[in-house]
């Protein structure tokens, strides 16, 4: 079957053919040793972009939370995200397995909580308890549809967290999407967290990895963990390349993401068996509800026609990226008429 439209992830972003020729062109060394210039110049620019003093380029994102973990928490001790974080649901239990922590739950509003959830979720210094480390967010929540945590609401959270001797942690695989929806610079969203990462596959469009940064101790401390779990490389620098590239390039473009699942959810608020107000929808990530419908076969029904979503059990969830243009939304929104009413 043909996928003519896929807004199944924005991790299925292809580099362009011009990432691809800079990518061809890139200095290489040897990564293991800090010899790759590319990588090197990489995670400069993405400890600058970040304002931290240190960056470090891993393969993944998954690898870049797990890391973070590992390096914030020792067995046994707890780590506090949303119910709908990725490291629950999709990261393998890794955590369980790598840094040895828990993680405590809390049940925020489509992938944020407020200060008393917070608080709540903090334990006592009695020595039955588990010990709380650590503070994660992701910016922008994924299973939550992509919303926004606010300045304030990150200030008051990682203000206390500091206050109660937590550390914090930014995942921050769609950053990017908050900073295009909102303006406010990737630096200043990430200026109270210990760790902060994002992803350059997804939105961004490079072909793999994500970068972690912090401070200059953070990072050494990361650098074992990373040489640990086998994620050191050799000539990494073709693959960095893309990153610099989408850094360079593709940053700006994201609002075009948002503003076409934007206009994808205000579409689909029009055809009455969609459950979705399209005032939710903050950044690239549109998940709703249709009435009656078992969502697994409709998805089915709408890949017959070339139109591939994911399904989260009751509820459909699309994605924009870089590789869907506006004219495919109308498109994407035609092929939905034709399977709902
Ligand atoms: C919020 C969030 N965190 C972490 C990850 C993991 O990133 P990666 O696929 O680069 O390992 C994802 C991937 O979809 C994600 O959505």
Known sequence: MEIKIDLFSDTGTRPSDEMREFMAKAEVGDEQLFEDPSVNKLTEMAADILGKEEAIYLPSGLMANQISFAVHCNPGDEIIMDESAHPIHYEGGATAIISGASIRSVEGKRGIFNLEQFEKAVRTKDYHDPQSKLLSIEQTSNLGGGTIWSLEQIEELTDKAHELGLKTHMDGARLFNAVAATEISAQRYAANFDSVWFDLSKGLGAPVGSVLAGSKQFINEARYWKQRLGGAMRQAGIIA????????????????????????????????????????????????????????????????????????????????????????IFQAIDIFKKHLT
């Open 241 to 328: 390349a893309g990153g610099i590239y989408a850094l360079k390039n593709n940053l700006e473009r994201l609002k075009t993401d948002n503003d076409n699942a934007k206009l994808l959810a205000e579409e689909l608020a029009k055809i009455p068996a969609v459950e979705i107000d399209p005032s939710t929808v903050e950044t690239n990530i549109v998940i709703f509800k249709i009435k009656g419908e078992e969502s697994a076969e409709i998805a089915e029904k709408l890949l017959e026609d070339g139109l591939r979503v994911s399904v989260l059990h009751d509820k459909i969830r699309a994605v924009t990226h870089l590789d869907v243009k506006k004219e495919e």
